[in-house]
């Protein structure tokens, strides 16, 4: 089964969320229309995602999940710049 990990923000340099899921363009849309009005994602509106990884298996995908969210912001930033230094939203690659 297939797995993300994934970096959404609300714009260059704002806010980061790091997530992981089995399902990318379902989560994301999720993050888009706000489905979960109390989360953190619809907060801080939170809906573009600017970096994703695809992993074999959900376990792999939540330990990079972990990594990332034990860095610091400057590694995610240079992360997101290394694919995307733009910082574009790369929903419609997905």
Do not use: C
């Amino acid at each position: 089964m297939k797995a993300w990990i994934y970096i959404t923000t609300n714009k260059k340099d704002g806010v980061l969320y790091v997530g992981v899921t089995s399902e990318l363009k379902h989560r994301i849309e999720s993050h888009k229309t706000k489905k979960y009005k109390n989360s953190f994602s619809a907060r801080y509106n939170v809906d573009k995602i600017v970096y994703f990884e695809t992993f074999n298996s959900i376990i792999t995908a939540r330990a990079r999940e972990k990594q990332l969210k034990a860095g610091n912001r400057a590694r995610k930033i240079k992360l997101i710049e290394s694919v995307n230094p733009e910082w574009r939203d790369l929903y419609e690659e997905i």
